[in-house]
């Protein structure tokens, strides 16, 4: 392990660690890392897809000093503050106009998460929220309340109900039709929809595996909640703003939702979030769901710049463009490793799922930690997700080059016959829990 890693051993908590192999960085630039040893690492990760323009951004760099350069206080607390104000009405022009009421901000998805799932039931007087099995929505004691990875051992909110996320690999063409059927069942008799507030989806389940649903599955899902007025929750925290080659990722699917949760990217790497939705509800009660330093208007520079860039850099199209070449790169790729079960994804949102017979679709969960190891050895950054913790997972920067794509596949394809090959020590992956 380099020094970094190790001073940091000595001085900083676990409580917050997931680690998969001793990344150290000291800079970056772009959708490169530099390591504390100055190895250059391509990031297929970008901190979870928080650093949505990649590292060091002269945008956001002039933005942040500009709003610092002329502090307006640090909240929006107890004073409207201009970026704010600003970065509110852009997202309002942004968003569907079911959701285009008004703007909370705050610092995480999970918080963002937790605050709708407070307020949805306070203010419709419903006391049941749905969400999915395998869903992530954060690490607060509320997001994870309504949320449904088996990662986390916080207790669940009384009124949760979890369903199935159409797994298309795992179930076939019927994956739809099999989740739809259990939530048929279920407002036929255990959940009545007229006490449910809110349907909670992710338009790809992301840290349950990066989960592509069929077509037409969420229209589906929006036409059952319209008939029992149920509030359409879209958590957008990770595959959000151009991500998956469209500014929304519900786009794909065609649906309106009540409310949007933005958070990760919406930053570019500073710690904002954003939740969009009716005036009713987001306007319930004042002081309902505060921090102090919730609407900062550092934050809210940066993300202004984000957005700006996004839409002036094609950064949504590049991500198409992009995307596409990289998957068929990786489909390419799984004709050469039999680990490779599945590769999916939308965009820069892609999963390759890793398993140990592609007959049963065993998760290869020992040789997925192995090969996020072996790919930082060779310099390329990634992490895996997945209900059973065998799911690679790519959600570089949106500014992502086509060679740049075409650098990692390489990287990828000498770690996964590595591993293959029995050259990788176990113990050096094992040394770290990951997911």
């Known amino acids: 392990m380099t020094r970094l890693y190790e001073r940091e051993a000595q001085s900083i908590s676990k409580l917050a660690h997931l680690r998969f192999y001793p990344l150290a ?73 079911r959701a285009a009421g008004r703007i909370w901000f705050g610092h995480s998805g999970s918080d963002a998460n937790e605050t709708v799932a ?21 690490g607060t004691t509320g997001s994870a309340a309504v949320s449904g990875h088996p990662s986390q051992a916080l207790p669940k909110a009384s009124g949760l109900t979890l369903v199935p996320y159409p797994n298309s690999y795992a179930d076939g063409e019927e994956a739809a039709e099999k989740a739809l059927a259990h939530l048929d069942r279920l407002f036929a008799g255990a959940v009545p929809p007229q006490e449910v507030a809110a349907f909670f989806i992710e338009p790809i ?55 949007v949760v933005f958070g990760k990217g919406l930053g570019g790497g500073l710690p904002i979030s954003a939740v969009a939705g009716p005036e009713a509800i987001m306007n319930f009660a004042p002081a309902f769901s505060f921090q102090t330093l919730h609407g900062n208007p550092v934050c809210a520079a940066a993300a202004l710049a984000v957005l700006e860039a996004i839409k002036t850099d094609r950064l949504a199209e590049n991500a198409a463009k992009v995307g596409a070449h990289l998957l068929t790169r990786l489909q390419a790729l799984k004709q050469r490793h039999a680990l490779i079960g599945d ?93």
Request: with cysteine; aromatic share 6%; glycine share 10%.
């Open 25 to 97: 960085v000291k800079g970056g630039a772009r959708a490169t890392l530099i390591a504390d040893d100055s190895r250059q690492l391509l990031d297929f990760a970008a901190s979870w897809g928080a650093a949505s323009l990649g590292h060091s951004d002269p945008r956001i760099r002039a933005a942040v000093d500009r709003a610092l350069s002329d502090q307006a206080g640090a909240s929006y607390l107890s004073s409207a503050n201009l970026p704010t104000v600003q970065l509110a009405e852009e997202l309002l022009s942004l968003v569907p106009p």
């Open 118 to 138: 407070r307020i949805v039931v306070a203010a419709t007087g419903r006391p049941r929220i749905i969400s999915f099995a395998g869903a992530y929505h954060g």
């Open 205 to 259: 389940q992301s840290d349950g595996g990066m989960l592509v649903p069929p077509a037409d599955f969420f229209a589906e899902v929006e036409r059952r909640c319209r008939k029992h007025g149920i509030l359409l929750v879209s958590d957008e925290v990770k595959v959000g703003l151009g991500r998956t080659g469209r500014l929304h990722a519900f786009a794909h699917h065609g649906i309106e939702p009540d409310i």
């Open 343 to 435: 590769v999916r994804g939308q965009g820069l949102a892609i999963g390759i799922e890793l398993v140990t017979d592609r007959a049963t679709r065993a998760p290869a969960k020992r040789q997925t930690a192995m090969t996020v190891y072996r790919a930082f050895e060779y310099g390329l950054v990634m992490f895996y997700v997945g209900v059973n913790s065998n799911v690679l997972e790519l959600t570089p920067p949106l500014t992502l080059t086509q060679e740049e794509a075409d650098r990692g596949v390489e990287m990828l394809d000498l770690a996964l016959t590595d591993v293959e090959a029995g050259k990788v020590d176990p113990s050096l992956a094992g040394a770290f829990s990951g997911w």
